[in-house]
T-cell receptor, first 111, second 115 residues
């Protein structure tokens, strides 16, 4: 059964304190792994799509990496405005092209 | 690019009335649109998938006669909650995807409160 597990559930950092969020997955035939950011009361905002192991993508202070079992979202020198819930989802070869979602990591960055 | 809008952003209605939510892809053609529901502190729950010009495919447990979905054009899908009841109060979010692409782009969501 396709599954996504995100850790930690919650994380609080000081401004400038770099860290990583984890997304572990099991899926039959990975077609894509997706990272989104969600602010309270808003829809998810697209960050990255990764398609194959070894792939990396960067955007400002964020960098996403992918292996055959997990993905990391690295946050370098975070700022308070990076506070949000970060969601990971995978798309497998089955499941009629439906995303399988993790429960998210709630990130808080103190000034 | 890849902007999806939803309207209204929030709505309050009386029990028994129907509410329509619009989802539009503003700068791309969305061959497939998705409707999700999200409860507080929980992840997104897929309600249905709609392809332009076809009937929507509903997830198990979602009443198709209660949640009417129309995807009549490549830029617009609508979700109508019929005879709404307080238990239908939730945060509804749509997403859209281009043909042959895997990434879904989400709208800002609609908060529905049924009194």
């Amino acid at each position: 059964e396709d599954q996504v597990t995100q850790s930690p559930e919650a994380l609080r950092l000081q401004e400038g304190e770099s860290s990583s969020l984890n997304c572990s997955y099991t899926v039959s035939g990975l077609r894509g792994l997706f990272w989104y950011r969600q602010d309270p009361g808003k829809g998810p905002e697209f960050l990255f799509t990764l398609y194959s192991a070894g792939e990396e993508k960067e955007k400002e202070r964020l960098k996403a990496t992918l292996t055959k079992k997990e993905s990391f979202l690295h946050i370098t020198a975070p700022k308070p405005e990076d506070s949000a819930t970060y969601l990971c989802a995978v798309l497998g070869a089955g499941n009629n092209r439906k995303l399988i979602w993790g429960l998210g990591t709630s990130l808080g960055v103190n000034p | 690019g890849a902007v999806v809008s939803q309207h209204p952003s929030w709505v309050i209605c009386k029990s028994g009335t129907s509410v329509k939510i619009e989802c539009r892809s503003l700068d791309f053609q969305a061959t497939t649109m998705f409707w999700y529901r999200q409860f507080p502190k929980q992840s997104l729950m897929l309600m249905a998938t709609s392809n332009e010009g076809s009937k929507a495919t509903y997830e198990q447990g979602v009443e198709k006669d209660k949640f009417l979905i129309n995807h009549a054009s490549l830029t617009l899908s609508t979700l109508t909650v019929t005879s709404a009841h307080p238990e239908d109060s939730s945060f509804y979010i749509c997403s859209a995807r281009e043909q042959s692409q895997e990434t879904q782009y989400f709208g800002p969501g609609t908060r529905l409160l049924v009194l």
